[in-house]
């Protein structure tokens, strides 16, 4: 099993729609968790850290379920600059992340 | 603003070339990483560094090597490139701390070996 596994999508959605991405992770020990962007042909970018309480900021959600080790992202009011690919990233031990392989999304007119 | 650079964004180079590829970045991070990134895989470590002269083996280290000789300059070396090492590389800085710090990357270099 891989230890940070994402559904490839790709997710092909109208704008205006509200999108959801999921990742699991299997180190049970895992510390800290992030949502980062990645623009074609770009490097990839924060978007926002995961807390236990779940985070707001703007129109993304986050929201971390320790006991079913599971992450999740929520996008609403989809719009065309949206389209990228979201990785989930998890902290493993001081300092070490895995990236996981990634969620396509195409935001259409 | 953190800027990371890398020596290239493209690099062509032939079966058993020694191939070194450079990375600096400008915020005094004590945190540098190399990773390949190929379709499907996503980013793969290869070594990272939390100090200068200080290396530690990733996920995939085999037909790679790193020198730190100061804080600010990462190179990843290819000892012998063959064509499994074609792929896209990205170099990575971060702070060093607990609860992890946003890791910022280089433009990346996309390498081709023939």
């Known amino acids: 099993r891989k230890e940070v596994e994402q559904d490839p999508g790709p997710f092909n959605v109208p704008e205006g729609a509200t999108v959801a991405f999921n990742c699991t992770y299997s180190n049970s020990a895992s510390q800290s968790f992030f949502w980062y962007r990645q623009d074609c042909r770009k490097e990839p970018k924060l978007l926002m850290s995961v807390y236990s309480s779940g985070n707001e900021d703007g129109r993304f959600t986050a929201q971390l379920n320790r006991a079913s080790q599971y992450i999740s992202l929520l996008i609403r009011d989809s719009k065309l600059s949206d389209s990228a690919t979201y990785l989930c990233?998890?902290?493993?031990?001081?300092?070490?992340?895995?990236f996981g392989p990634g969620t396509s999304l195409s935001v259409i007119p | 603003d953190v800027k990371v650079t890398q020596s290239s964004r493209y690099l062509v180079k032939r079966t058993g070339e020694k191939v070194f590829l450079e990375c600096v970045q400008d915020?005094?991070?004590?945190?540098m990483f190399w990773y390949r990134q190929d379709p499907g895989l996503g980013l793969r470590l290869i070594y990272f560094?939390?100090?200068?002269?200080?290396?530690e083996k990733g996920d995939i280290p085999e037909g790679y090597s790193v020198s730190r000789e100061k804080k600010e300059r990462f190179s990843l070396i290819l000892e012998s490139a063959s064509t499994n090492q074609t792929s896209m590389y990205l170099c990575?800085?971060?702070?060093?701390?607990?609860?992890?710090?946003?890791?910022?990357f280089g433009p990346g270099t996309r390498l081709t070996v023939l």
């Open positions: 990575a800085s971060s702070l060093r701390g607990t609860g992890s710090s946003e890791q910022f």
């Open positions: 915020m005094d991070h004590e945190n």
């Open positions: 990233v998890v902290e493993t031990s001081y300092d070490k992340v895995i």
């Open positions: 560094s939390y100090d200068v002269k200080m290396k």
